[in-house]
């Protein structure tokens, strides 16, 4: 295994366990990267809760979701987002799909999930609406046909985030970092608006200070000052 292989196994472990310490991803959610050698390649657990995942339980998959080496392991059923967003992203080399009880509100309702403090520029100037019963009519809700997630894929265009109706949310970003760190800004920007909302219209970021402040988070000094602060909240300490 290469030098950048296991760097890249190691941080998808941290972002399991960084997902379910900060209650993104619960039982159900998944991370994933994609393989830093083969673009057409990525890594994601075998299909158990993010809190327990270990580096044995992570797997190799097409970009049409089919198993390198399954060993009789479950998988998830929603794998097809990943691949389809690494398909259709070059820029993208990590995702996070979840279902964030914060963010549903905005899902089913016209409310609009826009950044409003400047932690959560990060999220973008849109943040679509993917509804399955526009193309699919009535399914299990679930995204589970190749069809399925490039119609999600294409929906989220080249925003880093995507809200599913009634279900919850993909982010996606270069790096592992970033995605995690785009997340959590979803997460507490949904929660800031729904406090505010009450006392009247919030005033949102503006789109120049969206894109300036973004650029700003998502530089190494701050991601890596970020990491280091959600992997020792998820009991990774050194001494
Ligand atoms: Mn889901």
């Keep these: 295994m290469s030098d950048a292989v296991a760097v890249a196994l190691h941080e998808l472990v941290l972002a399991n366990r960084i997902m379910a310490r900060e209650g993104i991803i619960d039982d159900f959610g998944h991370v994933s990267v994609r393989h830093p050698h083969d673009p057409e390649r990525y890594f994601l657990s075998y299909s158990r809760s993010p809190e327990l995942v270990t580096r044995d339980d992570i797997m190799e998959f ?3 979701g089919e198993a390198i080496d399954r ?17 259709a992203r070059p820029d993208v080399n990590a995702v996070v799909h979840h279902h964030t009880p914060e963010i549903l509100p905005f899902t089913i309702t016209d409310l609009k999930l826009r950044p409003a403090s400047h932690l959560a520029a990060t999220i973008g100037t849109e943040v679509p609406l993917w509804d399955s019963q ?8 679930l995204v589970e046909t190749i069809d399925q997630g490039e119609s999600l894929a294409r929906a989220q265009g080249l925003n880093p985030c995507v809200l599913l109706r009634g279900h919850g ?3 996606a970003a270069h790096n592992l970092r970033a995605v995690v760190f785009i997340a959590i800004a979803m997460r507490d920007n949904a929660q800031l608006l729904l406090r505010s909302l009450p006392f009247g219209e919030p005033i949102y970021l503006s789109p120049g200070e969206i894109s300036r402040t973004a650029a700003t988070q998502l530089e190494d000094a701050p991601l890596q000052r970020s990491w280091d602060y959600r992997i020792a909240r998820a009991g990774f300490r050194g001494i």
């Design 134 to 141: 526009d193309e699919f009519g009535d399914t299990n809700m």
């Design 169 to 171: 949310a993909n982010c």
């Design 62 to 64: 097409t970009l049409e």
């Design 71 to 87: 060993r009789g392991r479950a998988i998830y059923r929603e794998r097809v987002i990943h691949g389809a967003l690494y398909q």
